[in-house]
Each structure stands twice: as structure tokens, then as C-alpha cells.
């Protein structure tokens, strides 16, 4: 019972995020995101190209 209300649960959020994204965006950007997609952009880049850190307080912490 639990395996398939994971799956129900899991079809309706997919079904909502897609609805979603077809809606006609209502901000500048031009874009259509829901909560956490932007997340998951950044955790791939950071995975790549490592954590963006300021200049200014990364010396700071290498000073510590």
C-alpha cells in the first residue's frame, strides 16, 4: 500500500509541475519554476564547477 501511494504521490507532483510549466509566466524572466527546480540547477553546476565563494571573504577564511 505505501509503494503505491508513493507512486500515486510522486504521478500527481509530476502532473502538477508540468501543468505548471505550461502556465503563461507572469514575471519578467519569463519563466515558470516551481518551488526547488532552481536547486537542483545549482547543486549540478556547483558538482562541476565547485561552490561560488566571494573573493573577498574566501581570503578571509584562509586567513583564519
Do not use: C
Not at 537542483?40 to 573573493?55: A, M, S, Y
Amino acid at each position: 500500500m505505501g509503494f503505491a501511494m508513493t507512486q500515486f504521490s510522486y504521478g500527481k507532483m509530476e502532473a502538477a509541475q508540468l501543468e505548471g510549466k505550461r502556465s503563461e509566466p507572469d514575471g519578467a524572466d519569463g519563466a515558470v519554476r516551481y518551488p526547488g527546480e532552481q536547486i537542483v540547477h545549482t547543486r549540478r553546476e556547483n558538482l562541476k564547477n565547485g561552490i561560488p565563494v566571494n573573493r573577498k571573504v574566501w581570503e578571509e577564511i584562509t586567513l583564519l
